[in-house]
Nanobody, 124 residues
């Protein structure tokens, strides 16, 4: 059974930082691209960042480029999202996902497995 478990969310002031983690089990982690998406109330789920199976390639939404960094540790079956210079508009539930369709790495449909999410709230 595949499980993706996010952690590290919380409440932070604007300008602060958080580091999200997503621990994977039940799948050959190093064979999967990993992505982070977010969803605010009343809004669609949107792409945040993704990383290839090897970690050699990373992808970011324009809204987070330069502030967020995605990384992975294949030995620990874990993907991370370091979030710096947080803004109130970053407030959302953050979800990690695993997939193999690298041509669809920026859309939710490109992923096969999803975590339950972790809430990030940025106060002004």
């Amino acid at each position: 059974q595949v499980q993706l478990v996010e952690s590290g969310g919380g409440l932070v002031q604007a300008g602060g930082s958080l580091r999200l983690s997503c621990a994977a089990s039940g799948l050959p982690f190093s064979s999967y691209a990993m992505g982070w998406f977010r969803q605010a109330p009343g809004k669609e789920r949107e792409f945040v960042a993704a990383i290839s199976w090897s970690g050699a390639s990373t992808y970011y939404a324009d809204s987070v480029k330069g502030r967020f960094t995605i990384s992975r540790d294949n030995a620990r079956n874990t993907v991370y999202l370091q979030m710096n210079s947080l803004k109130p508009e970053d407030t959302a539930g953050y979800y990690c996902a695993a997939g193999k369709r690298t041509m669809q790495i920026r859309i939710p449909g490109g992923y096969d497995y999803w975590g339950q999410g972790t809430q990030v709230t940025v106060s002004s």
